[in-house]
């Protein structure tokens, strides 16, 4: 039986108490009006002089590239028609008004990236788990308690997921741009987007979605966790069976789920832009970023003497899967980029404007760097995939690679241009990195964790590559 | 030095890999062993160390990239500069990402195509080589395994027949 070490804890509320003073700074020193936002650019202006100016103009170009790009499309934001009409009577009232609501979102994005990264490394812990338990592995059942306490984060965090959803629909953040945008050619803010989009991409929709989604995902865990408990009191294979057809049916309802998410959570951010494979795509990135967790969580718990039948073979493995899963990322998000950057359509194209030659291009060939170049090369030589630090440092590269792949999917279509890493996003990340440590080891304590009565339990013990 | 070898012909991989094993225990040096299919755990029961061709195919892939990144550029940016995908930058950075398919392919064909030209050649199997296989059998179903014989021959029969040998023929090196 694992006990929560009390080290371990108090980290993990420092880590929330921290967070949670940054992300309240973040909304605290967010603009309020369109006069501090005039005051803010005014203030850069004068501390960086001339290379604040130039800036603002390399920014206004970009800016104006977009909008030709767009060409017939009303702009991004249904503020940005304002904009674009104001402009041309040469008053950049709108043009204010526009920066202070991407200024406003700043603290919101902070908090959505974690929290969705880690409620989705959640739920993808619980795919990991849905596969083993379907494929009758012999190797991983040493893993599955590991496995069931990583998804424990899954009801607190779809709750916080819901409750910023909620807010969103109430108007209480300018998170997604359509839930302001009308289908009414004759209304102020009409969106051309909307015409065709707007009986998905309705605010009870969303939220009715959102519930189905979050519900779907507990409601398996809660019984493929009971039943994986009650097959341990019992040892009755009955409920061993019963777990490979609740994993099955789960592995194909995530699936569905997952697709609808991705397109309503992420996609619907940037809503004039639309692409097939991003769920498959975002599906990709937190997978690997489960089995990462995963890894790390066990190589954390044999460190501590609590996985003894634990052995390099099974991390040898884990890593495998790590490095099999950042090329299988590589390879969606190649395969949506490529294709629509060539095509060359303007809709399509303008996504990745920002991205890749844009102010997100650091962050952008940055995570690229991290989720698919340091992989390869160092999780490439098997000896190195025996070796915990060495799993542990990979490790860490990733998920901070996958935390930016997650950024760059919101921030681009949230905060605009004017992106920062400053305490609002490093206070949310804490946070979240904080809450999902405190509930995965607390859920962790719950169970024994050697799985005792499961079929397979002995293979898996002399498990040897 | 004597060039005698002892030839243990098995009928079966199990008992072939337990006689491997014995045998190295009493350290006696085993030459060969030919199988008419791979044994799983026979080239560590042998005590053979592992094969170095990973590492040749991780050069042979840097090699293909380097080739493919110079041939890319050569045609696509140097000699005949063309407009990719509407953004005509003449950039082979800005270009690159459409070279990837065939970097990637590049990379894979000299990987696959020289690790096996050196696998080939590693293993001593060119045009017109003869089968250097002491006994067609093994090319069945049979399993041979060849034991240096240093001045101990009789010890070395008595253990192979005691590891469940069905035939110990006692040869000159050629």
């Known amino acids: 039986m694992y006990t929560f070490s009390s080290r371990l804890k108090t980290f993990s509320l420092v880590l929330i108490i921290i967070g949670a003073l940054g992300i309240g700074y973040g909304f605290f020193t967010a603009p309020k009006t369109v006069d501090d936002v005039k005051a803010m650019m005014h203030d850069a202006e004068d501390s960086h002089g001339a290379t604040a100016a130039e800036h603002a103009e390399v920014d206004d170009h970009a800016s104006k590239v977009v909008h030709e790009v767009t060409g017939a499309i009303k702009g991004e934001h249904t503020t940005e028609n304002d904009h674009a009409a104001a402009s041309e009577h040469g008053d950049d009232a709108g043009h204010y008004e526009h920066v202070l609501m991407q200024a406003q979102n700043r603290p919101w994005t902070a908090i959505y990236v974690p929290m969705i990264f880690f409620l989705l490394i959640s739920v993808c812990a619980l795919v990991y788990y849905a596969i083993q ?21 899954i009801g ?6 819901l409750a910023f959803l909620v807010a969103s629909a109430m108007h209480g953040n300018h998170m997604f741009a359509w839930m302001y945008a009308s289908a009414d050619p004759t209304a102020a803010n009409f969106d051309f987007a909307m015409e065709t989009k707007d009986w998905w991409l309705n605010i009870p929709g969303f939220l009715i979605r959102a519930v189905i989604y979050v519900s779907i995902w507990i409601g398996f865990r809660h019984f493929i966790l009971k039943n994986s408990r009650l097959q341990d009191e019992s040892g009755d294979l009955k409920y061993f069976k019963r777990s490979f057809n609740l994993s099955v049916v789960f592995l194909v309802v995530f699936l569905v789920s997952e697709l609808f998410m991705a397109f309503d959570w992420l996609m619907s951010i940037d809503h004039h832009w639309f692409s097939q494979l991003y769920s498959f795509y975002v599906f990709a990135s937190m997978f690997v970023s489960a089995i990462t967790v995963i890894a790390l969580v066990t190589i954390y718990l044999r460190s501590r003497g609590f996985l003894p039948q634990v052995n390099d073979s099974h ?15 590589t390879y ?46 160092v999780l490439m030589n098997s000896d190195y995939k025996r070796i915990p630090w060495f799993v542990v440092l990979a490790g860490l590269i990733i998920l901070t690679g996958h935390y930016l792949d997650v950024f760059v999917m919101v ?10 890493f400053g305490i609002p996003e490093i206070g949310a990340l804490l946070f979240f990195a904080g809450l999902f440590i405190f509930v995965v080891f607390n859920s962790l304590t719950k169970a024994p964790l050697l799985p005792k009565e499961n079929p397979f339990i002995k293979e898996s013990k002399v498990f040897h590559y | 030095m004597s060039s005698k ?20 225990a009493a350290h006696h040096h085993i030459d060969e062993v030919y199988t008419p299919f791979p044994v799983h755990g026979l080239d560590k029961a042998m005590g053979i160390p592992p094969t170095r061709l990973a590492i040749m195919a991780f050069i042979f892939g840097v090699m293909g990239l380097a080739f493919s990144i110079w041939f890319l550029n050569n045609i696509m ?24 398919p065939v970097m990637f392919e590049m990379t894979v064909f000299f990987s696959a195509h020289l690790m096996v030209i050196t696998f080939y050649m590693r293993s001593k199997i060119w045009p017109f080589q003869t089968a250097d296989n002491p006994d067609p ?20 029969i008595a253990l192979l027949e005691k590891t469940g040998a069905e035939e110990i023929s006692v040869k000159e090196k050629h």
């Open chain 1, 133 to 153: 338990r379907a494929a009758s592995a012999g190797w991983s059942p040493v893993l599955f308690r590991v496995m069931e306490g990583v998804t424990g984060y």
């Open chain 1, 156 to 161: 607190i965090g779809s709750l916080i997921v």
């Open chain 1, 315 to 329: 991390i040898h493995d884990l890593a495998k899967y790590m490095f099999a899963f950042s090329i299988f990322w």
């Open chain 1, 332 to 377: 969606l998000w190649y395969a949506q980029f490529m294709l629509q950057w060539y095509a060359n359509i303007p809709e399509e194209a303008t996504y990745f404007y920002p991205r890749l030659l844009g102010e997100y291009q650091p962050l952008f060939i940055g995570m690229l760097i991290m989720n698919f170049v340091f992989p390869i090369l």
């Open chain 1, 411 to 420: 921030a681009p279509g949230t905060v605009g241009s004017h992106w920062h």
């Open chain 2, 5 to 24: 070898v002892i030839h243990a012909l098995y009928d079966d991989d199990d008992v072939l890999l337990n006689a491997v094993k014995e045998v190295r």
């Open chain 2, 77 to 100: 940016i140097v000699d005949w500069p063309q407009n990719i995908g509407g953004k005509p930058s003449f950039s082979f950075l800005e270009n690159m990402p459409a070279f990837v």
């Open chain 2, 137 to 156: 059998r093994t090319t069945d179903d049979k399993f041979l395994m060849e034991v240096a014989v240093d001045g101990n021959e009789d010890a070395i």
